[in-house]
Antibody
Framework: EVQLVESGGGLVQPGRSLKLSCAAS????????MAWVRQAPKKGLEWVAT????????YYRDSVKGRFTISRDNAKSTLYLQMDSLRSEDTATYYC?????????WGQGTLVTVSS | DTVLTQSPALAVSPGERVTISCRAS??????MHWYQQKPGQQPTLLIY???NLESGVPARFSGSGSGTDFTLTIDPVEADDTATYYC?????????FGGGTKLELK
């Protein structure tokens, strides 16, 4: 059974950092491109970042470029999102997702709240 | 960015047929996908590449369209279909989502 389990969310002050993790199981993690998608409270979905299966390339939405870093450890079947210089507008539930040209499978999400 | 426009909400009775539309601000070919998000849950994939039913999804769900106009159809609607439905395109960068259509059952 495919499982994606996010962790690392919480309350953080503006300007501080947080690192999210997504533990994958039930499939060959190293075969798939992966992504982070976020959803602000009571709002819609927004793609954040993508990483290629071998970690060789990464892509970001403009609003997080230079502040967020997506990475992966294929030996540990784990996806990461390092979030620096956090802003109030980054408050959201962050989902990791398996990519097949679309978001094929989603984790349950982890809530990040940026507030003083 | 490619803007995807969806109607905000719909209300239908169980057993009826419902169509949820998604209009793109520019062509996305057939690289349109649909997701269902029930309250308090993560989204799940329903339809990929405009008209392909994801494994395990009931055949009551279907998708159609190409270019700029797409439709998700549920026929017949069941009580369990209460959810918000999102379209998403992967033809143009960045990938974008529609604002979602909240489906309520009467």
């Amino acid at each position: 059974e495919v499982q994606l389990v996010e962790s690392g969310g919480g309350l953080v002050q503006p300007g501080r950092s947080l690192k999210l993790s997504c533990a994958a199981s039930g499939f060959t993690f190293s075969d798939y491109n992966m992504a982070w998608v976020r959803q602000a409270p009571k709002k819609g979905l927004e793609w954040v970042a993508t990483i290629i299966y071998d970690g060789s390339r990464t892509y970001y939405r403009d609003s997080v470029k230079g502040r967020f870093t997506i990475s992966r450890d294929n030996a540990k079947s784990t996806l990461y999102l390092q979030m620096d210089s956090l802003r109030s507008e980054d408050t959201a539930t962050y989902y990791c997702a398996i990519l097949r040209g679309w978001f094929a499978y989603w984790g349950q999400g982890t809530l990040v709240t940026v507030s003083s | 960015d490619t803007v995807l426009t969806q109607s905000p909400a719909l209300a239908v009775s169980p057993g009826e047929r419902v169509t949820i539309s998604c209009r793109a601000s520019e062509s996305v070919s057939t690289l349109m996908h649909w997701y269902q998000q029930k309250p308090g849950q993560q989204p799940t994939l329903l339809i990929y590449l405009a008209s392909n039913l994801e494994s395990g999804v009931p055949a009551r769900f279907s998708g159609s369209g190409s270019g700029t106009d797409f439709t998700l159809t549920i026929d017949p609607v069941e009580a369990d279909d209460t959810a918000t439905y999102y379209c998403q395109q992967s033809w143009n960068d960045p990938w974008t989502f529609g604002g979602g259509t909240k489906l309520e059952l009467k």
